[in-house]
């Protein structure tokens, strides 16, 4: 980019920048550009594009130096000819501050550096000229101290030491008997500087540069230095915004909010960025700096007077006592806020979203230094495109496209509540595997949650990790810590779907099942003690946090309501209970994508049963067990069907992993045998043989019912008679019937027999008919390869994408944890191909499957049913390739038909 140009100016109502050049210019840059082109008032400045920061790391400092030096020698001149002062000269001195600012903003997390242009000669100029001493040394002292910092480096060696330059001014402080930064003297702040400079030359062996140019390009490169620190880097990692972007930097003419009582700064948001309500608020300082009020040095004031009086009303201060000691910008500056007033809503309205702003008085003239859209919370942002929307700020499709699904999550679970949380003590942190607040006694075993939640206590299930044999108490506990197992263990993945808050994998934590206790950190907690937890965050709390009920205002059901009206493709649910089916329903899922059978069983009663059928050698005795098992399936799809009436169910046919249902330990054996009338012998020999090397590839889906047909003929008798009962009582059920795990067409052929046949036995029995479809997972490679085969007999293909990614990487989903840190680490994988469908491999097995399998049959239903339904680059792909419907868990519906509105509009 050798002759490109690398700087745009802006300033006095002109720019050659706009809102809409981010890209080069940066957030910051480009709306600083923008508020000049619509006539806000803005310190003259230009702004180095973001591709010279991905130069500056190809080839270096001087290099980059001399590339830019014509042009930002150029750009100086303009602001000194429009603000008519001159960078350097004593007489008459420009100063500026060379400011970060990335594409995407990331508030704090890059350096600014403000009042460049100060040396020992100009500060006594800058004080004769303003008359103002004070404000001078002030200005030259914050300078001396950030340039130290940020561009000379001196900054605390270990992270636990205070700053060495706050340090100092305690030092001084205390010598002279004071508390406040603004009771120190001129001669006091001289002293500072002087401290301050000598610091730096003995701890960095570095002098304090006294020419403004040299010290321009310093900080000018400190920014780009900054923008791969620390913070930023682990900012962008959680944001996800690559390190390619580059930030700009922008060089703009100070103006002071430290020049006395007509001076002040703040910062303000044109509505409420946690509650979206349509209030204007901010917080302001008189006679500061910017940095002052976010730093929490002194405490602002409200900027409004409604804000200023709900403020003092929490703080327990009456209006008189406000109104003399606190009083807002509007009482105090009313001229000047009328002005601020104007133009946060003139930029609001530019902008048609809600801002969040910068800006600064100087001794009673307005101007603004920063104007962006605000991050919010999720209940804001639907808030506020809904809001938005009713004004006629924006159109429907925009409304959507404004909201992130990921989001909408917070809304949906139990929050705690943000005060508490602030106070309550951090132990550890895990995956935060599925979303919500959770706070209950320590129990560690299903049975204990079961009591204890009898007896009516909120609990807490910790565990090593989670088997089926946990389900029932998770599904009575507040929230679930597992030691072990990633955001798709078990754990997680049946969390989610309860809606439970659930925190996985959290090395940290030390279970001892013998004497019930969890020790993290040092810490050692017993059944009965309380503790927290963040499953939107993976943080884990001791004591008790107190939580709130998620509130699904009429701005949620109308954002869904827009969703209906755009999409394409529809959302189901993945429910195995007639409870979590209408959980879904009332989300707006409009069908079961996949029902597990196997899930049913978890409970005592049953799973006796189950164990029974797997752990018999004989036809016999199968088929015995599953006749008790019969009419416990049967009753279970009534209600699930009930609950769906209307909208189709695919039932997945029988698919366990067999060892995980029957019993390990000596205990359990030894019942079942009992149970059964045959020896423990026999019990632990059966256990044994059934065992696997390797139960993921092993004896499980369709090659199950092909071994035992009869299971698949119980499964479809149970199916097929419940929805007759509902037929006869009058309701619409609309079963689909699902084969797992095929890999051949025969593999399917042979069970859609055995449907088929039980199936038209059935109706002959009950005397009615019901029309329902017989389709298959695609869940392995081959299927996905031979497609073409199995939609000859086939009817719908749903995609398991769990099973399909774990066979298409051969990587066991169960044992990633081992090594996905590391391969993310090192930039092998980008993401967890379990959470976030990996698109150029599965996908394209998935895309062909569905092309291979229409050219057969053309109205061939297409969905996906893997834990990626719910996940929003997932469900864009799904709507780009032609499926007909994504399922997922019942809390992700609301996510997924946001996302499926939004890929509709953008694939329009
Ligand atoms: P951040 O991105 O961390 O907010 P900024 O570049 O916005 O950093 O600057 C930090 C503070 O300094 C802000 O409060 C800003 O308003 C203030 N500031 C920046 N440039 C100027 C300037 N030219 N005049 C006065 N204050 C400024
Ligand atoms: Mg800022
Ligand atoms: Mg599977």
């Known amino acids: 980019m050798k002759n490109e140009k690398r700087v745009y100016t802006f300033g006095n109502g002109k720019a050659e920048g706009r809102a809409d050049m981010r890209n080069q210019l940066g957030g910051k840059g480009a709306n600083l550009a923008e508020m000049n082109l619509i006539g806000i008032p803005v310190p003259p400045g230009f702004t180095i594009t973001t591709d010279v920061c991905n130069e500056y790391y190809e080839i270096g400092k001087e290099k980059v130096v001399e590339l830019l030096k014509s042009e930002v020698e150029a750009s100086m001149k303009h602001i000194e000819n429009l603000m008519n002062l001159k960078f350097g000269d004593p007489e008459n001195p420009l100063l500026v501050s060379v400011r970060s600012g990335a594409r995407a903003s990331m508030p704090g997390m890059m350096d600014t550096i403000l009042n460049l242009g100060l040396n020992d000669e100009v500060v006594e100029g800058l004080a004769k000229k303003t008359g103002n001493p004070r404000f001078a040394y002030d200005a030259y002292r914050r300078f001396v101290q950030m340039y130290g910092d940020v561009v000379l480096g001196l900054k605390p060696v270990n992270k636990t ?22 009771e120190l003297t001129v001669d006091d702040l001289k002293k500072l500087v002087k401290l301050f400079k000598e610091a730096i030359l003995t701890r960095t062996g570095q002098a304090f540069p006294t020419n403004p140019v040299e010290q ?27 390190a390619e972007w580059g930030t700009a930097v922008t060089v703009m003419a100070m103006v002071f909010g430290n020049m006395g009582e007509t001076s002040a700064t703040g910062v303000c948001f044109s509505r409420n960025a ?55 910008m509007e009482e105090a500056m009313p001229e000047i806020y009328k002005e601020l007033d104007a133009i946060q809503t003139r930029l609001e309205d530019h902008y048609r979203d809600m801002q969040d702003m910068e800006f600064t008085v100087q001794e009673g003239k307005l101007w603004f230094l920063q104007t962006r859209n605000g991050k919010r919370t999720g209940a804001a942002m639907v808030k506020i495109a809904i809001d938005l929307l009713h004004e ?71 565990r090593i990790e989670t088997s089926p044999e946990d389900l029932a108490g998770m599904a009575v506990a507040e929230g679930i810590l597992t030691a072990r197992g990633g955001m798709t263990s078990h754990a997680a993945v049946v969390a989610r779907g309860m809606g ?124 015995k067990a599953l006749q008790k098992l019969l009419p416990f399936q049967k009753a279970d799809f009534i209600g699930i069907f009930k609950a769906m009436d209307g909208c189709p169910v695919n039932i997945r046919l029988l698919d366990p992993p067999l060892h995980e249902f029957v019993p390990q330990d000596a205990k359990g054996q030894q019942e079942m045998a009992e149970d059964m009338g045959v020896t423990v012998e026999y019990i632990k020999q059966r256990v044994e043989s059934l065992s696997e090397h390797n139960p993921m590839l092993g004896h499980r889906g369709c090659r199950l019912g092909n071994t035992y047909p009869e299971i698949t003929q119980t499964q479809t008798r149970a199916i097929i008679s419940a929805a007759c009962d509902l037929k006869k009582q009058g309701l619409d059920p609309k079963p689909e019937i699902m084969v797992p795990l095929t890999g051949s067409v025969f593999e399917f052929e042979a069970q859609e027999k055995v449907i088929r046949e039980e199936a038209a036995k059935v109706f002959e029995e009950e005397g009615v008919e019901i029309p329902f479809k017989v389709g298959t997972m695609i869940e392995i490679p081959r299927a996905a390869l031979t497609a073409d085969c199995i939609a000859r007999s ?70 996906i049913c893997g834990e990626h339904g719910g996940e929003p680059s997932s469900v864009r792909f799904c709507d780009k390739i032609g499926l007909n419907y994504v399922s997922c868990s019942p809390f992700r519906v609301p996510i997924a038909r946001l996302a499926a509105a939004q890929a509709a509009i953008e694939n329009e």
């Open 274 to 328: 946690a509650t979206g309500e349509n209030l204007f608020n901010g917080e302001w300082l008189v006679n500061a700096q910017g940095e002052d009020v976010v730093a929490g040095i002194r405490t602002p004031q409200q900027i409004t007077k409604v804000g200023s009086q709900r403020w003092a009303e929490l703080q327990g201060i009456s209006e008189e006592d406000r109104a003399a000691k606190y009083p807002s």
């Open 392 to 462: 006629g700020m924006i159109d429907e499709k925009t409304a959507i496209q404004r909201c992130e699904p990921q989001k909408l999550d917070e809304l949906l679970h139990p929050v705690f509540n943000k005060e508490e949380v602030k106070k309550a003590k951090s132990l550890t942190r895990g995956l935060p595997a599925s979303p919500g607040a959770a706070c209950g006694q320590i129990v560690f075993f299903a049975e204990d949650a079961a009591k204890w939640a009898g007896d009516g206590h909120k609990v807490v299930l910790v």
């Open 500 to 623: 439970k808050c659930c925190v996985s994998g959290a090395g940290a934590i030390n279970v001892n099942y013998k004497q019930k206790t969890v020790e993290i950190d040092g810490k050692v907690l017993h059944e009965g003690d309380y503790i927290s937890l963040n499953g939107s965050t993976g943080d884990v709390y001791d004591g008790k946090v107190s939580t709130q009920a998620a509130d699904l205002s009429g701005d949620f059901a109308e954002l869904m309501e827009l969703c209906a009206k755009y999409t394409r493709l529809v959302v189901r649910t993945n429910a195995d209970t007639p409870h979590d089916a209408q959980v879904a329903r009332n989300f707006g899922a409009v069908g079961i994508g996949l029902c597990r059978t196997e899930h049913m069983f978890f409970d005592a009663e049953k799973i006796v049963a189950m164990r029974e059928m797997i752990l018999s050698e004989t036809l016999e005795g199968r088929k």
């Open 794 to 863: 086939a009817e719908y293909f749903s995609f398991g994408t769990n099973d399909l990614t774990q066979m298409t990487f051969g990587y066991s989903r169960d044992d990633i944890a081992s090594f996905l840190p590391v391969y993310l680490e090192k930039k092998i994988l980008n993401v967890d191909p379990f959470q976030v469908l990996d698109q150029r491999g599965v996908g394209q097995l998935i895309q062909m499957a569905v092309e291979k399998g229409r050219g057969v049959r053309s109205d061939l239903k297409c969905g």
């Open 161 to 182: 030491d205070i700053d060495p330059f706050e340090e100092i001014i305690e030092k001084v402080k205390e010598e002279k008997g004071v508390k406040l930064d603004n």
């Open 216 to 242: 321009l390009w310093g900080a000018i490169c400190a920014v780009f230095d900054s923008w791969m620190n620390d913070r930023a880097i682990l900012y962008r990692k959680m944001e996800g915004i690559p």
